[in-house]
């Protein structure tokens, strides 16, 4: 199994900085692509970033050139360090990371609790 923990959330005026943190764990053989995605109540889930064991990342057209994602693979975390925050940027944001199992060289699809991110003045 792999466990999820994310970190970073919180309150932040506008225009302000916040660096969300997912960390797994477990019997990982291999990740590939790890993302972030966000929610807000009412409405589906969407991508806001992702990025490639090899370091390619990709990013939704709302947040590009203010977010940024990065993972550490030794420790199998990616990062999201959002700057020039802004309200509508406000959401429940869930890392995604699809990891191959060591017991059976499956990969499955795994999602963080989830963190708040409330950007208000």
């Known amino acids: 199994q792999v466990q999820l923990v994310e970190s970073g959330g919180g309150l932040v005026q506008p225009g302000g900085s916040l660096r969300l943190s997912c960390a797994a764990s477990?019997?990982?053989?291999?990740?590939?692509?790890m993302g972030w995605y966000r929610q807000a109540p009412g409405k589906q889930r969407e991508s806001v970033a992702s990025i490639s064991r090899g370091g390619r990342t990709n990013y939704a057209d709302s947040v590009k050139g203010r977010f940024t994602i990065s993972r550490d693979n030794a420790k199998n975390t990616v990062f999201l360090q959002m700057n020039s925050l802004k309200p509508e940027d406000t959401n429940v944001y869930y890392c995604?990371?699809?990891?191959?199992?060591?017991?059976?060289?499956?990969?499955?699809?795994?999602w963080g609790q989830g963190t708040q991110v409330t950007v208000s003045s």
């Open positions: 995604n990371v699809p990891a191959v199992l060591t017991t059976t060289g499956v990969e499955y699809d795994y």
């Open positions: 477990g019997s990982i053989s291999s990740i590939y692509k």
